[in-house]
């Protein structure tokens, strides 16, 4: 398990040399910048510190804001908070998205209607523990502050400059940063550089609409279809993670393990919060199955399939 774990990190790491030691430090093993993607800087984060006021988005100032008058906050204070409609219902769950917000979580607003609950992210985390992971759409960081604290190394790419220095910015909340590789890039250019033992993806489901939608297909699915997401995701290693809409097409879901050969085994788990329909998870290849701890609504929606 561990020597298999060393060839993951040295696979992926160029510069890692035969001598590595598992005592070194994360910024250690960092891999070298590409052309085509580069690790996030304190400038990136100021430049994001500039454009997220109050930890909403920028790009929403200019649309019409909405004051909401909050009488009471988490811990009992009065507090007034400005956010655009679209925001707030989601700000009503800020304690489910993150449960340490009032430490200074800060999300833009795609951040704000994308980001994995908590309580689901510890879940996925749960299934990687101990093992190597790529975030492949990480966000503002929901899934990958999660993974760092339960998993032995992970990387974490968006293409948006702006989303790695916010989920850098939530991992320091977390204690987390220095587990997590943060690479701001796309996906699909990196994919063919990379290795760990599971790939996460959890992909633009093209906004909140996605609800109005009764069958989602794997078409729908943001930046790429959802085939040529599995494809590419396939080619760093067949232990594939999947968050989905709740009202995704399931029987494509299941082709997806068709596209291996043997057929990838497939887990595929429905996730509540708060007796809430979030999302399904899909789970292709081998993974962590003792889930002892977690919460029932999340063991309840599990089904396993050969
Ligand atoms: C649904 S959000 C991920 C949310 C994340 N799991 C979290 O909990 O915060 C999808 C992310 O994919 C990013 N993205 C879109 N196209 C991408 C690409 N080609 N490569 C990497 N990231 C991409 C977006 O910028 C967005 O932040």
Redesign the pocket.
């Known amino acids: 398990m561990l020597s298999e774990q060393m060839k993951s990190i040295r696979s992926f790491d160029l510069k890692k040399s035969a001598e590595s030691s598992l005592t070194e430090s994360y910024a250690a093993r960092r891999p070298l910048p590409a052309a085509n993607w580069r690790t996030t800087t304190e400038e990136d984060e100021e430049k994001q510190q500039q454009a997220v006021q109050a930890g909403l988005g920028a790009h929403h100032l200019k649309k019409k804001r909405k004051r909401v008058n909050l009488k009471r906050g988490r811990v009992g204070e009065r507090q007034e908070v400005t956010v655009s409609p679209l925001v707030e219902k989601y700000w009503f769950q800020r304690y489910k998205l993150f449960s340490r917000y009032d430490v200074g979580i800060r999300m833009d607003e ?2 704000w209607y ?3 609950p908590e309580e689901i ?1 510890i879940r996925h985390a749960e299934k990687c523990r101990g093992r190597t992971v790529i ?10 502050i999660q993974f760092a604290r339960m998993c032995y190394y992970v990387v974490a ?4 400059p702006q ?1 790695v220095a916010l ?1 850098l910015h939530n991992a320091k909340i977390y204690g987390v940063e220095d587990c997590i590789d943060f690479i701001s ?4 250019q ?1 994919a063919p550089s990379l290795k760990a033992d599971i790939v996460y993806i ?4 093209g906004g909140p609409s996605y609800k109005n939608i009764q069958n989602f297909t794997l078409d729908l699915l ?3 279809d959802g085939y040529s997401l599995f494809q590419v995701a396939q080619v760093i290693t067949p232990n594939i993670i999947m ?1 989905l809409p709740r009202n995704i097409d399931l029987n494509q879901v299941e082709e997806l393990s068709w596209l291996s050969s043997p057929p990838l085994e497939i887990e595929i788990e429905k996730n509540y919060v708060d007796g809430n329909f979030k999302g399904i998870t899909v789970y292709f290849g081998r993974f962590e199955s003792d889930v002892s701890g977690l919460p029932s609504s999340l063991e309840d929606g599990s089904v396993s399939k050969g």
Do not use: M, Q, R
């Open positions: 795609e951040g994308s980001v994995t992210a975030d492949c759409f990480a966000g503002v960081g929901g899934n990958a790419i968006d293409i948006d989303k989920a890039g796309d996906f699909f990196l959890s992909p633009p489901w943001k930046p790429k968050f």
